[in-house]
């Protein structure tokens, strides 16, 4: 523990200059307000959006101020700040949105606040399952469900329309579906299917989204490792054709994130997209070339079983080492009101954790396509609820990656990987 402090501490004042962090203000008895440092991701759309939304908060909080600070946009760089802030107690700030998959670690870290008097059981059935999951560790809440993500199937609906094609229920159906489409189209330019297959996160999203609609998974409910497992292997050589045997990916499908793929479906070069619900907003901006074009819809599934979106979202906890944990608890409760997440949705695009406000008809009237993501929400399922997720998840991705790229088979890739996930997690290799 000692050089991983020393380490925390050099690496620390690195962030500093990387992150630009500054102390938090401290109360002075009545010389001033005390001062929230709240650390988050970009915000999506314009900054003075959600800086009103803050304001609100000072407004009902007179003597208190709110600073938002904004990370990299990247999460792999989030989670390294926090980090090495947590392991050096830091307590330079008091509110952090945490990604779905690091509440689990962060707890058992002992880095952040049990915040079970905030979510209490009887209070959990008014937000989706799987971020209540999420958020769960040893039947106590340390965090609170902020906004949530799931991944969608994004469609032309025009094109689907001009061949009387519906969604597809089914993968076997879309690869059919792209491929009348690409050919009777016959524009180069045009791309049947397109997700995200860069070696990061995202890969294991999508890879996910497979295994689990084949009747696979990764830990079974006693955290055995079943990755490698017949409905496995289907499913990630089924992501493999879809470049290599039925041509309706493109190569380029294994160095793309979102963003690459969101700007190719949103300039009207693909039949199918797999993405993220903050694409809806973009797409129907004035000025998009596919504005009233699009239709959304669950993923496919494998026949027999049904979608399994991979769950995304974000969450709100406290620092543990904050000067201020009753304030910041605070402006969790205000920023995952009903009244907040409804005003998010709408100005920002951020769809809420509240199931309730699926039936909110100034929501509904503002968002209408948001109806048809409740289900999808309802059902959405959390990567492996685990402390060492991000271990696992290191091993997953560049064994995923060489499988999409035909450097390793997919019975290899999943079998070298479960050995690995057995090393992390039980010490030994299993089977």
């Known amino acids: 523990m000692k050089w991983r402090l020393q380490t925390a501490v050099v690496l620390g004042w690195t962030i500093c200059i990387l992150f630009g962090c500054t102390a938090p203000e401290r109360p002075k008895g009545d010389a001033g307000p005390a001062t929230l440092v709240f650390k988050h991701g970009k915000i999506a759309g314009p900054p003075e959006a959600f800086r009103a ?71 959990r059935a008014a937000f989706f399952p799987g971020p209540v ?12 469900p902020w906004y949530i993500d799931a991944g969608l199937l994004y469609y032309r609906k025009d094109l689907l329309d001009k061949y009387g094609f519906g969604p597809p229920k089914t993968w076997e159906e879309l690869v059919g579906e792209s491929q009348t489409i690409l050919e009777g189209e016959r524009d180069p330019q045009l791309k049947g299917f397109i997700w995200q297959g860069k070696q990061y996160e995202g890969l294991i999203c999508n890879v996910l989204e497979y295994i689990r609609s084949n009747g696979g998974e990764v830990l079974d409910r006693d955290g055995k490792v079943v990755l490698s497992s017949p409905p496995a292997r289907k499913a990630l050589g089924f992501m493999r054709d879809l470049i290599t045997r039925y041509g309706v990916s493109p190569p380029m499908v294994t160095t793309a994130d979102e963003e ?34 699009v239709g959304v819809s669950p993923l496919p599934g494998f026949p027999g079983h049904p979608s399994a979106a991979t769950l995304g979202g974000w969450q709100l906890g406290v620092n543990r080492y904050s000067r201020h944990p009753k304030e910041a608890e605070a402006l969790i409760r205000f920023l995952t009101s009903a009244e907040a997440q409804r005003w998010m949705a709408i100005e920002i695009g951020y769809k809420p954790t509240r199931t309730a406000l699926y039936r909110d008809r100034k929501l509904m009237a503002a968002q209408p396509f948001m109806t048809g993501l409740y289900g999808i ?9 685990t402390p060492y997720y991000l271990m696992l998840s290191q091993v997953m991705q560049p064994e995923f990656s060489a499988a999409m790229v035909g450097l390793k088979s997919p019975e290899a890739a999943l079998e070298d990987a479960q050995l690995q996930m057995n090393h992390i997690l039980f010490g030994r290799p299993g089977t």
């Open 260 to 293: 690459a793929t969101r700007r190719i479906f949103g300039e009207g070069r693909a039949v199918f997209l797999r993405n993220w619900p903050y694409a809806w907003n973009l797409f129907e901006q004035p000025g998009s070339k596919i504005r009233g074009k």
């Open 133 to 144: 999951e999420a958020v769960t560790f040893k039947d106590r809440a340390y965090a609170v």
């Open 53 to 123: 939304l803050l304001d609100r908060f000072e407004a009902g909080h007179p003597g208190l101020l709110v600073r938002d600070e904004s990370l990299p946009s990247s999460t792999d760089q989030q989670h390294q700040f926090y980090v090495i802030s947590l392991e050096g107690r830091s307590p330079d700030f008091d509110v952090l949105a945490m990604d779905v998959i690091w509440v689990q670690e962060f707890a058992r870290a002992g880095w952040i606040r049990d915040l079970s008097h905030l979510l209490p059981p009887e209070d």
């Open 377 to 385: 929400f309802q059902t959405a399922r959390p990567r492996p609820v």
